[in-house]
C-alpha cells in the first residue's frame, strides 16, 4: 500500500491532532534491530529466525511499546531461495510477527517481479522511499512511512535502500535517488505533521551511513548492508547496525520525554544500546519447528544424486580465486555449452562452498547450490577481441590479494604476469588455439552480476544482449543439467589459466 501507515494503535484522529501533546511521563520505546538475515538456520549455535524470535518474544514480554525491524536482505540468497525466490524467510517474518522491513539489495535478486510478490505476501509494512518506478513513484505494496503511538508521542519510520542496489541486484527499470537526499524530505515531511522522533529503516552502504551521520536529518538510523556491528550516537542522532544472520541483536531503548524550556515545551529523547549475542539464546520452539519444515523441503529438492566425479574436485577460496581448476572448468563449460556461447567467463568469488572432493564422490544437487549460493544466471553477451582482453586484465588485477574477480574461462586460454601492473597483466590470449584479434567478435556466456558490471566488469555493462537476465536460466540449474547428463564427470586442469612470475 502507499501513503501513510497507520500502525499499533495510530488513528487517524492522531494525526489530525498536529505536533504532541505535553506527556506527563518520560515513555520508553524498545526496537529490537536486525539486519542481513537470509539464512534461516543456525550456524555453530548462533544466529537463525528461532533465536531472533526468542529475543523478540522476551523483549515483547517485559515491555509494552516494541518494535521490530530488519534491515533488509532477507530474500536471497540461500539454498532453498534458489527454488522459492525467498518466499519462506518472509513467512518466517511473519510467525515472527516483525514490524518493518526495508528493501535490501538482495530483495532485488530475483528482478522487480519477484520483489514484487514477496512485498504482496509479507503481513508487515515493506519501506523504501527512494526505490523508484520508472514514473517516480514508489514501488507498489511498499509502505511510504510508518506512524506508531508510543504513550503521547508519535515515532515515524520510513526507509532507504543503498544507491549501489542498481549495479549489485537485478531491478530491472527500479532506480535509485539519493538515499541522504531522500532522508532530509522525508525527515522534514514527518517532523511536519507532528512526528517527534524520525527514525530511517536504512539498507545503506557505509559511506551512505556515514553521510546520514554528518548531515543527521534524522534522529536515528537503523542501518544494513555492510554486515557491520556498529553503533553510533553523537548526542544528535544515533546509528545502529546488528552485524548480520541475527547472530547478534541489537536492541535500542528509546527513552522520550517533553521539558520545558525558554519557548514552552520541547521533545527530548535519550538512546541506550544493547547488543545481544544470540549464541547464549535458546530457539524459539515454534519458529525452530518451522525451520525444520523448511529444512526438511530443502533436503527434498536438494538431496537427490546427479553423478559421479571420477577425479579429485577442489573449490576452496584460496584456490578458486587463484588459479584454474578442475571444478571451475566445469562450471565455465557448462554455461558456455548451456548457451551456445564461443567463450565463457565467470568469477571465482561467486564459488562459495570452500571445500573438497574426493575422487569417488557422489555429488547432489545441494553439492552445486552450495557452490552457486546466489542464483546467478547466465547471460550471453556480444563482445569484442579487445573487450575480451580488457575483462582479462580486470580478472587478474586483484590476484596478489584474493580478489573475487578472479576469472574461470571455457573456449579460450591465456597467461599473466602478475609481477606487472594492474591493467598491463595479460601476456597472451588464444581462442581456439590461434591469438586473440582485438577485431573479432564472440558470443561470451557470462552470469549476470559480471553483466551488471560486478566485481569491476565495467567492460561488459554495454555490450549487446543475446540473452539478458530476464531471459536467462539459472547457473547453478545448468552446472546441475550437466553433470546429470554425463553421470560421470573428469574434468581436468587443462593450461587455459597460466601464471607465468
Given amino acids: 500500500m502507499k501513503g501513510f501507515a497507520l500502525y499499533l494503535g495510530v488513528s487517524a484522529l492522531a494525526l489530525a491532532l498536529g505536533p504532541s501533546v505535553v506527556a506527563a511521563d518520560p515513555v520508553t520505546l524498545k526496537i529490537v534491530h536486525f539486519n542481513d538475515l537470509d539464512r534461516m538456520e543456525e550456524d555453530e549455535g548462533k544466529g537463525g529466525v528461532a533465536r531472533l524470535a526468542a529475543v523478540v518474544e522476551e523483549i515483547r514480554a517485559g515491555n509494552p511499546h516494541v518494535l521490530v525491524t530488519n534491515g533488509g536482505d532477507s530474500i536471497s540468497p540461500s539454498l532453498l531461495s534458489s527454488f522459492d525466490h525467498g518466499a519462506h524467510m518472509i513467512d518466517l517474518f511473519n510467525k515472527i510477527g516483525i514490524d518493518a522491513m526495508v528493501l535490501g539489495n538482495h530483495e532485488f535478486d530475483f528482478g522487480p517481479e519477484i520483489a514484487a ?84 529503516l536504512a539498507h545503506t552502504d557505509r559511506g551512505e551511513d556515514d553521510e546520514l551521520i554528518r548531515t543527521a536529518p ?22 545502529v547496525e546488528s552485524g548480520s544472520q541475527a547472530e547478534f541483536v541489537s536492541v ?41 519444515g523448511y529444512a526438511d523441503k530443502l533436503s527434498a529438492e536438494l538431496d537427490v544424486e546427479i553423478g559421479t566425479t571420477k577425479v579429485p574436485l577442489d573449490t576452496r577460496r584460496t584456490t578458486v580465486r587463484a588459479e584454474e581448476s ?33 575422487a569417488g564422490t557422489v555429488l547432489t544437487r545441494r553439492d552445486i547450490q552450495s557452490e552457486l549460493p546466489f542464483g546467478n544466471k547466465t547471460i550471453l553477451i556480444e563482445i569484442s577481441g579487445a573487450d575480451l582482453r580488457e575483462a582479462l586484465e580486470n580478472g587478474v588485477s586483484e590476484v596478489e590479494d584474493g580478489g573475487g574477480r578472479f576469472p574461470h574461462v571455457s573456449g579460450l586460454s591465456f597467461s599473466y604476469d602478475a609481477s606487472k601492473p594492474a591493467g598491463e597483466r595479460v601476456v597472451e590470449v588464444l581462442v581456439d588455439g590461434a591469438p586473440l584479434k582485438d577485431a573479432a567478435m564472440f558470443k561470451l556466456a557470462t552470469n549476470d552480476f559480471l553483466g551488471r558490471g560486478g566485481d569491476g566488469y565495467a567492460v561488459f555493462v554495454d555490450q549487446p544482449r543475446i540473452i539478458d537476465a530476464n531471459a536467462a536460466s539459472l547457473m547453478a540449474a545448468q552446472v546441475i543439467d550437466h553433470i546429470a547428463a554425463a553421470g560421470t564427470i573428469a574434468p581436468a586442469v587443462e593450461g587455459r589459466i597460466t601464471r607465468l612470475n
Avoid: C
Fill in 117 to 200: 510478490e514477496r512485498i504482496t505476501e509479507a503481513q508487515f509494512p515493506i519501506l523504501s522511499n527512494n526505490a523508484l518506478e520508472p514514473d517516480g513513484s514508489l514501488i507498489d505494496g511498499v509502505t511510504e512511512s510508518l506512524i506508531v503511538n508510543v504513550g503521547d508521542y508519535r515515532v515515524g519510520l520510513f526507509g532507504l535502500t543503498a544507491a549501489s542496489t542498481a549495479v549489485k541486484s537485478s531491478p530491472g527499470d527500479v532506480t535509485f535517488a539519493d538515499p541522504v537526499a531522500t532522508a532530509e524530505s522525508m525527515a522534514a515531511e514527518l517532523r511536519e505533521i507532528g512526528v517527534d522522533l524520525v527514525v530511517a
Fill in 218 to 239: 534524522v534522529d536515528l538510523v537503523l542501518s544494513g548492508d555492510d554486515h557491520d556491528l556498529r553503533v553510533a550516537y553523537d548526542g544528535r542522532m544515533a546509528l
Fill in 252 to 292: 535500542i531503548t528509546v527513552t522520550m520525554d517533553t521539558v520545558e524550556g525558554r519557548s514552552g515545551p520541547s521533545f527530548v529523547w535519550e538512546p541506550a544500546f544493547e547488543l545481544i549475542n544470540t549464541a547464549a539464546i535458546e530457539p524459539e520452539p515454534r519458529l525452530a519447528e518451522a525451520v525444520r
Fill in 326 to 358: 578442475a571444478f571451475t572448468n566445469l562450471i565455465a563449460d557448462a554455461m558456455r555449452a548451456a548457451v551456445g556461447a564461443d567463450v565463457a567467463l565467470t568469477n571465482g568469488g561467486g564459488i562459495r562452498a570452500d571445500r573438497t572432493y574426493e
